[in-house]
């Protein structure tokens, strides 16, 4: 059996990626920052074939328990970078884990024989860190796809700057290392949504959405949001994982980046789906998948199942 490594897999999106590689015959190795906090993983007990999952303890920060994390592995995938909106010291909370230790795991990973392929999971914010709004000169309705210029601002959100810099950090690898001995791929998701598999109150990505279907605003970000409302490309976190798994196991992809996304709405129409009502205007296509579809044959779910399955 072939070994998988999984970097977060026990977060809101690694959840359904240690779930895809499980369900198709592979071992997985999960990681966890702290081993005592069964709370954490424990969901990823109740997989089926969780007999083939090991949860391994790994600083990403240090190079000696990542080398040892990897070692075994035919497969590894980066989804382990921090998603925090409410920051209050970017530098540590973001810059760090994110830039360093994608430079650290690139580092490690060059010098481990026997890995066939990394997938990082970046994010719409490594193409443009002012999502949810247009990309520099563009407006709301311009679509976007991987043949656009990626986009950054110093005045982006510090959690997207740090996305973009990670992801110029796997570029430059690349375009330094012609000769590598295994394949790297990208996946950058937009506004990622669904159900959780976990209990945890700590994601980011299920917090907002139990924020925008109950109209609640903790911070000023997010009451802007609802004072401009403001359009979301939205993608299900099933598809996501379901990418990621077929990034992993498919030849001759290296260096692509693939945005993950379906249609986009404005957060009051995102409200009411997810509360079971009915949008008041039709979806748009702003960011676009069909790189995704036609390398990963993944056909992307409309968002108001994904919406849906949240608030059942």
Excluded at 23 to 32: I, P, Q, R, T, Y
Excluded at 100 to 120: A, D, M, S
Aim: net charge negative; glycine share 4%; aromatic share 10%.
């Amino acid at each position: 059996m072939k070994k998988v490594g999984i970097i977060g897999g026990s977060g809101f999106i690694g959840s359904y990626i240690t779930q895809a590689f499980l369900n198709n015959g592979f071992l997985a190795k999960v990681s966890a920052t702290d081993i005592t906090r069964e709370d954490k993983y424990e969901h990823l007990m109740a997989l089926n074939h969780s007999d083939n999952l090991h949860i391994s303890e790994l600083d990403v920060t240090d190079k000696a328990t990542l080398q040892e994390f990897v070692s075994d592995c035919d497969i590894v995938i980066h989804s382990g970078t921090p998603f925090i909106l409410d920051v209050q010291d970017p530098q540590s909370q973001l810059f760090d884990p994110t830039i360093k230790g994608t430079e650290n795991f690139l580092e490690v990973i060059n010098r481990t024989p026997g890995i066939e392929k990394v997938v990082f999971i970046a994010s719409v914010a490594a193409w443009n860190t002012n999502f949810p709004l247009p990309a520099g000169t563009k407006n709301f309705t311009d679509t976007f796809d991987e043949n656009d210029t990626r986009f950054t601002s110093t005045e982006s959100h510090p959690y997207a700057q740090a996305k973009f810099m990670a992801n110029q950090v796997v570029e430059k690898f690349i375009k330094e290392n012609p000769n590598l001995s295994f394949e790297i791929s990208t996946v950058s998701p937009v506004m990622v949504m669904g159900k959780s598999m976990s209990n945890r109150e700590d994601s980011t990505s299920t917090g907002l959405q139990f924020l925008i279907k109950n109209k609640i605003a903790p911070d000023d970000f997010i009451q802007a949001l609802y004072d401009n409302d403001i359009p979301f490309a939205i993608v299900d976190v099933e598809d996501v994982a379901n990418a990621t798994f077929k990034a992993a196991t498919t030849k001759g992809l290296h260096g692509k980046d693939y945005l993950l996304t379906s249609e986009t709405y404005k957060v009051s129409d995102m409200s009411a789906m997810l509360n079971n009502k009915e949008p008041k205007e039709k979806p748009s296509i702003i960011y676009k998948n069909d790189l995704a579809n036609k390398d990963l044959g993944i056909q992307f779910r409309a968002v108001k199942e994904t919406l849906n399955n949240y608030s059942n």
